[in-house]
Structure formats: C-alpha cells, structure tokens
C-alpha cells in the first residue's frame, strides 16, 4: 500500500483527527508548562520584592520607635514615661495569651519559657521571689534597635512580666530590672516579687 493511500485510509477512519487531539494537547500541554514556568517566576519577584518591603519596613519601625522614646524621654517625666512602658508591656503579654493558658500552673509556664526563649526561670518559695535570666542576646524585642532605644524601654519588659505572673499566680507583684541589653549588660535579668492575692 502506497503512503497516499494510508494516508487517505486512516484519515477515512479518524486517525488523522486523533493525530489532531495529540498534537493540541501535546502544544497545549507545552503552553501550560510555559506558563507555570513563568507564574512561578513572576511569583518568585513578588516574593522577593515583598520581602524587601518588609525588610525596610522592619528597619523603619525601629528607627521610629527609638526616636519616639527619645522624644517622649524630652518631654514626660520619668514617672509617667515608665507608667506607660508598663502598660505597653501589659498589653503585649495579654495580646500573646501565654499567662492565661498557665494560670495556677507556674512550674508549666517556667518550662515553656525555657523552650521558647531558652530562659532560666528559679522560684524561691520561702522569699517569694522568682528570677527571670535570658540567655546572652540582643533584646528579644523585635521593635528594638538597641543601639538607639532608650533603656527605660525595658520597663515594657517589666510591664510584661508583671502581667504574666499576676495573671499566673493570682497574686500582685512587683518587678526589678537586675540586668538588661539597653542598660549595656549582655543578657536581661528580672526579679519578680510576689505580693499578696489579687482580688477576684
């Protein structure tokens, strides 16, 4: 059998339309490929771009909430600069929620703090005082650029910690910063000390 002939046949018989279907399958397969290729990529630059933004962003926040400090440092006095650092602390612990899934559990929350932040957490039950000591780092503080923040920023930390063991032990306490990064030291020490209950 001559090819024309074949030819003529098959096509007679659909093989020519099947041949068809390959062919626009085969191209269309090839386009979605191209352009998933080309989503990926152009997905991979909004990414990047993205993650630049952020970057600057990030940098940015600091810088101004250094500079914020420090003009809250020129123009408030000490006493009400700490009252609201305090309260900012508070805030952020209250926002994170870990006081309340401990509450009454102490020794729980000593652990997850270990884990999480790699703390060293000690109770002295007789005086009452819990001591809070971070491992050397900069400040955990992701809002901090601790070459520009004013060290009463740490009074956040205080403010922090005073609502988690409140919160915890049910009881007022009272928050000493022993050591701290903005004070120049190369870790954070608090002293916590545990006052009479909390009314209910």
Same mark, same amino acid.
């Given at each position: 059998m001559e090819r024309r002939e074949f030819l003529t046949q098959t096509c007679g018989l659909g093989a020519c339309a099947c041949s068809a279907i390959l062919l626009s399958e085969q191209k269309a397969t090839a386009a979605e490929e191209s352009k998933g290729k080309n989503t990926q990529e152009k997905l991979g630059e909004d990414i990047h771009k993205?993650?630049?933004?952020?970057r600057w962003w990030s940098g940015h926040a600091r810088n +101004?909430?250094?500079?914020?400090?420090?003009?809250? +440092?020129?123009?408030?006095?000490?006493?009400?600069?700490?009252?609201?650092?305090? +309260?900012? /602390?508070?805030?952020? @612990?209250?926002?994170? /929620?870990? @006081?309340?899934?401990?509450? /009454?559990?102490?020794?729980?929350?000593? +652990?997850?703090?270990?884990?999480?932040? /790699?703390?060293?957490?000690?109770?002295?039950?007789?005086k009452g005082i819990i001591t809070i000591v971070t491992r050397e780092r900069?400040?955990?503080?992701r809002l901090v650029d601790s070459k520009k923040t004013p060290p009463y920023y740490c009074y956040c930390s205080a403010g922090w910690q005073k609502y988690t063991y409140e919160m915890i032990l049910g009881k007022s306490v009272d928050v000493k910063i022993k050591e701290s990064v903005l004070f120049g030291q190369p870790r954070c020490v608090f002293e916590v000390t545990i006052g009479d209950d909390l009314p209910t």
């Open positions: 993205e993650l630049g933004r952020l +101004q909430i250094a500079k914020l400090m420090e003009l809250l +440092q020129t123009h408030m006095d000490e006493k009400t600069r700490i009252e609201i650092m305090e +309260q900012l /602390g508070r805030n952020c @612990a209250k926002s994170l /929620g870990w @006081a309340e899934r401990y509450r /009454g559990n102490v020794e729980g929350f000593f +652990q997850h703090m270990n884990n999480h932040n /790699g703390e060293t957490l000690t109770y002295d039950k007789e900069d400040c955990d503080c």
